[in-house]
């Protein structure tokens, strides 16, 4: 029952109250002095007397041995507020209990810093729940990157056009990506048991192939490596931080682990072998295996395998040509006992891992037979210039951009045949080695070039070209746009426009005249006197910048044909090159179709110089020794022109990217009369004319000479039915730094007092043809066919009429009259022919030329260029990066 209730009085009595108050100790209340109002006896209706001190003092000693507090315990003075008596003899409250008992309570001394068994427990399990945690948080946050383009960039390998290799070059690395398939089984095993036997169960990450990695360290034994397949291809390919830090590491453990988790074995067994590092600059098993062995990787047997997985242990020691660059005491005597060694026991590991059959393993008793180093640009001598012009025409004619090709991984097969490369490049070497003699004439002898090309006239194929001594000395490839004048070699232009469109009737008004013309037959009758007046077709004489008349020059300052007309027809014109008899063609037909005619054949816009001057039509544009072969190739396809191309086929990972075929369309340029007409015009220069040097025996050759003003440049552009090639000669100094560079002149090279197309150029064209031919059956032009009538360009005022030309008939001259009519201007975007290049009306102010000893021209080929072509790059547009792109 509560003290607080009242209690039902007691009778007195000196027992009772002792008795009471015995029994009210416990409470801890004391009763309030007698006598005072309001005490808690008066309340309670407790009545009684005072109890004697004494009295008190053993209650509270009770109280206190009840509680078990000690007597001697002092009690702690009364909360304020509080009444008298309240809380008396009540024990103190226990002290607050720690969440973690360290040091440990109620132990003294060491003892109270060591832990018990429950905090050891507890801290183990806290602490790989945190690491299980941090595991977790760095699995979530971690993502599999892509592969690094370092590591995916590789080289692209060139292809002759029998299908074998030119070369492994043009990209960043050294490396060939090859699919899964391709890797042979051997060397995936192989691999496996040098570096990782669990790959195929593992989940990325091997704890005890680390832990028996470090133990076999420790000892010094021989010893897989410590990462996995899986982690070696993630620090290859995924991570470009190769440092050994704490951090790189542990971000390697968990992309590995990821990577396991996620990527398949397969394509990580790819991924590394694409990547990994073999030695002598080779990324990749394909690259390891052209360098190691000459061969693709799909064909290497085991032991070739197991060499290859010894070398990834580290290529500076294990290389057995050394190493001693890298480090003293990697000579090659070393690096062949270390990969010996190593070879043999990857190999009995694969027969051990049950990968490789005991049998198997007897065959190869013997080390692998190892290529000696070599480079792998191997870009020196014509091989740069094949490369430089395949890739020109990539980037020119292909979707692939400049950076995927410097990325590289791409297979080109080329167009160029390694025997006709070969042979071309021996031509120009005999004639410089017999002929050009720097020491001996350094006046004259000194910065001589030479350049050639080679194409398929059937398909536009170039098969062989030279661009120079060598692409690692000399930068300019002499095959492509040079800018040296292709002199006469031009003129079989003018006579197709005139065998095409024909001459303008004089009689005719300007409008008329571009329509109603006459076809030329190549019997048809032009002056060939030495400094001939030049007129426009309505008889409008040609002045020069200065205001006087236009007087052409022949080469050497000779006249043709008999005095006084000195007529001669086209052919003879031809045959001894004549400049005067063109030139006065080219006016009549109309130099705007004979432009016409050149890019017809296959010459680019932006290598036609000076198309509205008389010396447009003797050479005075600057077209590379590619197109120009491959012009001359129009005429030997009857016609057909094509494109000239230097790769037909472009590979990635398998997959075709370009294929000429697809997009190869030949047009027909001229018809078959005209083609095979100026063909057999042609042929008169080979058999009696200038181009006699060119004559290939038991073969009918076509060809034209060419020699330019102030001796500058010369050319021999020539063809059979089966092969066009041309050859051009000049001097120019080979300093690229010199913006400035000028042609040189050639009197007195070689020892020659001039030189002419039919000199050096024509030798070193037969050379060549001779040894490209050697195995060719030999076969003759087509039978051409008569074309249009016989016109006289006589000035005689009695006028006959043409007659029409029959395969039997001589031609009869018949003149025709010069009359003066309006000038006709120009159809083209030329606008009107400048007869006076101060004319504020002419549109086209491309060459100065007022006459000379073959093209008329007074700067040896540096002549200001035409107006902006529609096409915005310089050359061929199918291949080059030397001198703009080239073919």
Not at 213 to 242: E, F, P, R
Not at 528 to 533: C, D, S, Y
Request: charged share 25%.
């Amino acid at each position: 029952m509560s003290e607080h209730r009242r209690k039902p009085p007691q009778p007195q009595g000196g027992g009772r109250a002792a008795a009471r108050r015995g029994q009210s100790a416990p409470s801890g209340r004391r009763a309030a002095p007698r006598g005072t109002n309001g005490s808690l006896s008066e309340t309670y209706g407790a009545g009684g007397d005072d109890s004697p001190y004494e009295g008190r003092a053993a209650a509270r000693r009770a109280a206190q041995r009840s509680t078990g507090t000690g007597a001697s315990r002092r009690r702690a003075a009364e909360p304020a507020g509080r009444g008298p008596g309240r809380g008396r003899g009540r024990p103190a409250p226990p002290g607050k209990k720690r969440f973690i008992d360290y040091p440990r309570a109620g132990k003294y001394g060491a003892m109270r810093w060591v832990p018990s068994w429950r905090q050891v427990t507890a801290l183990f399990i806290g602490f790989f729940g945190c690491l299980v945690a941090a595991a977790g948080i760095g699995y979530a946050v971690v993502a599999v990157p892509n592969p690094a383009e370092a590591a995916t960039a590789q080289n692209n390998v060139y292809y002759w056009s029998d299908g074998t290799q030119m070369v492994a070059t043009g990209g960043e690395v050294n490396r060939q990506i090859i699919a899964y398939e391709k890797i042979p089984k051997a060397m995936r095993y192989a691999v496996m048991s040098a570096e990782n036997k669990t790959f195929e169960t593992d989940n990325g990450v091997d704890p005890m192939g680390i832990a028996r990695a470090v133990v076999n360290m420790a000892k010094g034994g021989q010893t897989q490596g410590g990462s996995t397949i899986t982690q070696q291809y993630v620090k290859n390919a995924m991570l470009d931080d190769q440092s050994q830090t704490l951090s790189r590491k542990v971000k390697e453990l968990f992309i590995s682990v990821k990577v396991g988790a996620s990527v398949e074995k397969e394509d990580i067994m790819r991924g590394y072998l694409n990547t990994a590092y073999f030695g002598r600059g080779a990324y990749g098993l394909q690259a390891a295996a052209r360098t190691y062995f000459g061969k693709d990787a799909e064909k290497l047997n085991p032991s070739q395998c197991a060499f290859l997985a010894a070398i990834l242990k580290g290529a500076t020691y294990y290389d057995p040509a050394g190493a001693t660059s890298i480090d003293p005491a990697a000579t090659p005597e070393a690096n062949t006992k270390r990969v010996t060694y190593r070879w043999g026991w990857i190999l009995d590991e694969m027969v051990k891992d049950k990968r490789l059959s005991p049998g198997t393993r007897a065959k190869y008793k013997d080390f692998p037979k190892i290529e000696r180093p070599r480079s792998n640009a191997q870009l020196g001598g014509q091989i740069g210039y094949l490369v430089d012009t395949a890739k020109g025409y990539i980037l020119n004619n292909t979707n692939i951009t400049p950076k995927q090709l410097e990325q590289g991984g791409y297979e080109i097969h080329t167009t160029f045949d390694k025997n006709k490369v070969k042979e071309l490049e021996a031509a120009v070497k005999k004639v410089r080695k017999e002929h050009i003699k720097p020491k001996l004439r350094p006046e004259t002898d000194t910065h001589v070039q030479f350049g050639g090309a080679s194409v398929n006239p059937k398909s536009g194929a170039i098969e062989a070209i030279y661009g120079g001594e060598d692409a690692t000395k000399h930068f300019t490839n002499n095959a492509d746009v040079t800018g040296a004048q292709v002199g006469s070699t031009f003129k079989p232009f003018v006579l197709a426009a005139a065998m095409t469109w024909g001459k303008r009737d004089p009689d005719l008004d300007p409008d008329q005249a571009q329509d109603e013309r006459t076809i030329v037959s190549p019997k048809s009758l032009y002056s060939g006197k030495n400094n001939l007046k030049i007129e426009d077709y309505d008889g409008t004489v040609w002045t020069n910048e200065e205001g006087k008349e236009w007087l052409q020059a022949n080469d050497g300052d000779e006249s043709y044909g008999s005095a006084p007309k000195y007529q001669i027809d086209l052919r003879e014109a031809m045959r001894v090159s004549a400049n005067s008899a063109f030139v006065q063609l080219g006016m009549d037909v109309g130099l705007d179709r004979v432009k016409e005619a050149a890019l017809e054949a296959g010459l680019k816009k932006d290598s036609l110089t000076g198309t509205s001057f008389p010396s447009f039509s003797i050479g005075i544009s600057d077209p590379s020794a590619i197109r120009m072969a491959g012009s001359y190739a129009t005429f030997a396809a009857s016609g057909k022109q094509n494109d000239p191309f230097s790769v037909s086929k472009v590979e990635y990972e398998g997959l075709t990217k370009f294929d000429h075929e697809e997009i190869a369309s030949p047009k027909e340029a001229f018809t078959a009369d005209v083609a095979d007409n100026v063909t057999d015009v042609l042929k008169t220069v080979v058999d009696k004319g200038t181009g006699t040097s060119a004559q290939l025996a038991g073969r009918e050759v076509a060809g034209k000479t060419g020699t330019t003003d102030g001796n500058k440049s010369a050319w021999f552009v020539g063809y059979t039915p089966q092969l066009s090639t041309a050859i051009s000669m000049y001097r120019m100094d080979d300093d690229e730094s010199n913006k400035n560079r000028t042609f040189l002149e050639m009197y007195g090279t070689g020892g020659q007092k001039t030189i002419h197309g039919a000199s050096f150029p024509a030798e070193i064209w037969h050379d060549y043809m001779e040894d490209a031919l050697k195995n060719v059956p030999p076969k003759a032009f087509p039978e051409p066919q008569a074309i249009g009538v016989i016109v006289n360009d006589d000035p005689d005022p009695t006028p006959t009429p043409s007659v029409e030309e029959s395969p039997e008939e001589s031609p009869e001259p018949s003149p025709s009259p010069s009359q003066s009519e309006p000038v006709v201007p120009s159809p083209t975007p030329s606008g009107k022919p400048c007869k006076n290049p101060f004319d504020p009306t002419c549109q086209d102010t491309g060459g100065t030329d007022t006459g000379g000893t073959d093209t008329g021209g007074t700067d040896g080929g540096v002549t200001p260029t035409p107006s902006e072509p529609d096409d915005n790059t310089r050359g061929n547009q199918n291949g080059g990066l030397f001198g703009g792109p080239a073919g």
